[in-house]
């Protein structure tokens, strides 16, 4: 089947972004791992697994209509500290967020309802799941305070 040009480049656009999220994770779980943070490193190996999971569903479809994927992630830097880390994946899920609502009206547009399904469902765990919980851990740092917060982030995952 053949897609619309727009919503190919779009839909690369979002893998583009889906890889540096998983990039993104996937170097922040790995620094929560080394500093002994290992219910954050599972949890953030669990969002980096998902991210390409995610990914998978948009490479899937942008060959579906014809297009090429761009596998080159958007470029990132990491954070250094645990609240650092954790705004970044917050602003990238609120960004992936944006990027998803924009690509679904554009799918609309253009009648690719069946993207714009898939789009949705992402959209869903991006903000049910993905920012809601980032938005969590940043509230538990403010009313418990960081060392309390990261205290209890050691030791075996929940």
């Not at 697994?49 to 990914?55: C, K």
């Not at 609240?83 to 547009?109: F, G, I, S, T």
């Amino acid at each position: 089947m053949q897609g619309h040009p727009e919503v190919i480049a779009c839909l690369n656009e979002l893998l583009r972004g889906e890889l540096s999220a998983r990039d993104q994770y996937f170097i922040h779980s790995r620094q929560y791992e080394d500093q002994g943070f290992m219910r954050l490193y599972e949890r953030i190996n669990h969002e980096m697994e998902e991210e390409t999971l995610h990914a998978d569903v948009i490479l899937r479809r942008i060959l579906f209509l014809g297009g090429k994927p761009d596998m080159r992630p958007h470029a990132f830097e990491a954070g250094s500290t645990v609240e650092e880390m954790l705004r970044k994946d917050l602003a990238v899920e609120y960004q992936v967020r944006d990027n998803l609502r924009a690509a679904m009206v554009l799918c609309e547009k253009h009648h690719d309802f069946q993207s714009r399904d898939l789009l949705l469902a992402q959209l869903k765990d991006t903000e049910e799941d993905h920012a809601y919980w980032l938005e969590k851990q940043l509230g538990l740092i403010q009313m418990v305070g960081l060392a309390n917060y990261l205290q209890a982030q050691m030791g075996t995952a929940a």
